[in-house]
């Protein structure tokens, strides 16, 4: 008799469909996600960070000090800016502003007071009312004469009276032996690395109080500390994260435990922080590496790779007969470690090594091809975050690149909205300090900076030539007065030298007869 064999039958379910759907990968949700992530919102979300470099002032400052490169990104835009320094425009007096009619807080909305006229005009006052208008418009028509008849002859009443080359000078050598313009760039190299800074103005009296501006004077004894943000909030810098600053407080800053009023500090502020994380930078604006730190990974990485592979460049290797039985013993090992040794010292500067016959040498080198590259990537990345040229931050151009005209002009205008212009404030702030401290008077400053493209000699005085001739135009068909050609003479150095002012201006005769109209055209 046989036996029967009893078999179960198994379903298969191997379709493509499932094996498909296991191997879809999963999202840091849980769910599974598209591979396809291109257009997804999420692969932007897992590349953003939670955290602000600008909060970790330990960070910041190792990172200042140590790396030579992050130095150039912070002071190479503000030693740019005041290249060639500043040029300094004093005056006296502003343009007086017409007169306006102060009109009460309440009056623009308060029902009585509109009450109250209508009733002045029901009670036959709106004639009288219309006679005073037009006696003040008449008037004022007659003091608009007066100021148009004084602006054309150049009435220094009127005008603004710029103050004297020899005041300007006098300004001028106290910024350079106060160093104020070095002080003034610290600031900056601060403000750009931290976020803010400031500079506390000290005239000897208690820092709690404001500062009078009318009361410095010659005698007094003025100081500027520069400061950055920590130091103004008098935070424990070995935390990460600053104590809040009071903005709206008359003593908002602390320096070294001290309150200081905020008309003595003058402080500057950085890009500042998104909408939505403006509370995270208490007031002040955040540091220029923050937008950085993925390519400063990069870089620094990329560094590290090459720097371990120098390491293994060229490695050693040594084949000794029956060397894993010589490990089990240690006189074996110690004898192996000497032989060793000695073949690497002899190797060193004898150029041969000599070895047993049943033994083994042979070298193993590392090939760096394509590490240049990444380095040149590298690099690129970190000048394009920064705004800043590779010649600018490295000394080198890409290969290539052309780093032209085009450049230049991106990285002038980097300069010229990120540092001149929202310096210019705080530097004529510090000009009316020292003009009461150096000259005794309360004055109006302007400031005019140089040009951020280097021109060459020859087009320098190819310009100067241009603008002399222009003046010279002028002068002699009377557009421009004989004190009005000096001044621009001296005040761009046209000649090389002061012209003194001369009433009247001896010319060539035939100067009038080569710009006389029709001349030639017989």
């Not at 740019?80 to 009109?103: M, T």
């Not at 007969?321 to 060793?340: C, K």
């Not at 310096?423 to 004529?428: K, L």
């Not at 001896?506 to 001349?519: H, I, L, R, S, Y």
């Amino acid at each position: 008799m046989t036996e029967k064999k009893i078999t179960k039958k198994i379903p298969l379910e191997n379709n493509l469909n499932q094996l498909a759907a296991g191997i879809v990968p999963y999202s840091t949700t849980g769910n599974k996600t598209p591979r396809n992530q291109i257009n997804a919102t999420q692969s932007l979300a897992q590349q953003v960070r939670s955290d602000f470099i600008t909060l970790n002032y330990v960070l910041l400052s190792y990172l200042y000090q140590q790396f030579g490169w992050i130095q150039s990104i912070i002071e190479i835009p503000v030693l740019d800016a005041f290249r060639g320094g500043i040029v300094i425009h004093g005056y006296e007096k502003k343009v007086v502003e017409p007169e306006r009619k102060k009109r009460g807080f309440w009056s623009f909305w308060n029902a009585n007071d509109d009450d109250k006229k209508q009733e002045q005009n029901k009670t036959g006052q709106n004639e009288r009312f219309l006679e005073k208008q037009q006696e003040k418009r008449e008037q004022w028509e007659k003091d608009q004469l007066a100021k148009d008849k004084a602006l054309k002859e150049g009435d220094d009443e009127y005008l603004r009276k710029e103050i004297t080359k020899e005041e300007t000078r006098l300004i001028e050598i106290y910024l350079r032996r106060n160093e104020i313009i070095g002080k003034i760039k610290q600031a900056l190299f601060w403000c750009r690395l931290y976020g803010g800074s400031g500079i506390v103005i000290l005239d000897g009296h208690n820092p709690r109080f404001p500062l009078t501006l009318e009361k410095i004077d010659k005698d007094t004894d003025l100081e500027f500390l520069v400061c950055d943000n920590w130091m103004l909030s008098g935070s424990n810098i070995n935390t990460i994260g600053s104590a809040p600053v009071d903005w709206l407080s008359t003593t908002p800053f602390v320096v070294n435990g001290h309150p200081v009023h905020k008309s003595r500090v003058i402080t500057f502020k950085n890009k500042d922080f998104p909408p939505l994380y403006r509370a995270v930078g208490r007031g002040w604006g955040m540091s220029s590496l923050e937008p950085l730190v993925r390519t400063l990974n990069k870089s620094i990485k990329n560094e590290n790779v090459i720097f371990e592979l120098l390491d293994e460049a060229k490695m050693d290797v040594f084949k000794f007969f029956g060397f894993n039985d010589a490990m089990q013993d240690s006189d074996a090992t110690a004898a192996i470690t000497r032989r060793v040794a000695f073949a690497e010292s002899t190797k060193n500067y004898m150029g041969g090594i000599l070895l047993d016959a049943e033994d083994g040498y042979e070298q193993k080198q590392i090939h760096f091809n394509g590490l240049a590259d990444l380095k040149q990537d590298a690099r690129v990345d970190v000048a394009a975050d920064a705004h800043i040229t590779m010649n600018k931050l490295y000394g080198t151009s890409p290969a290539g690149f052309n780093s032209g005209d085009a450049d230049r002009e991106t990285y002038a205008d980097m300069v010229e909205s990120e540092v001149r212009i929202p310096s210019e404030a705080n530097i004529i702030r510090l000009l009316e300090i020292i003009g009461r401290k150096v000259l005794g008077k309360t004055l109006d400053f302007d400031i005019e900076w140089n040009s951020l493209i280097r021109v060459s000699q020859y087009e320098e005085e190819k310009r100067k030539t241009l603008m002399l001739a222009n003046l010279n135009e002028a002068n002699i068909w009377g557009r421009i007065t004989n004190k009005e050609w000096q001044d621009a003479v001296n005040k761009y150095n046209l000649l090389g030298i002061d012209v003194s002012y001369k009433d009247k201006f001896v010319a060539d005769p035939m100067a009038k007869q080569v710009f006389k109209p029709g001349f030639g055209n017989n």
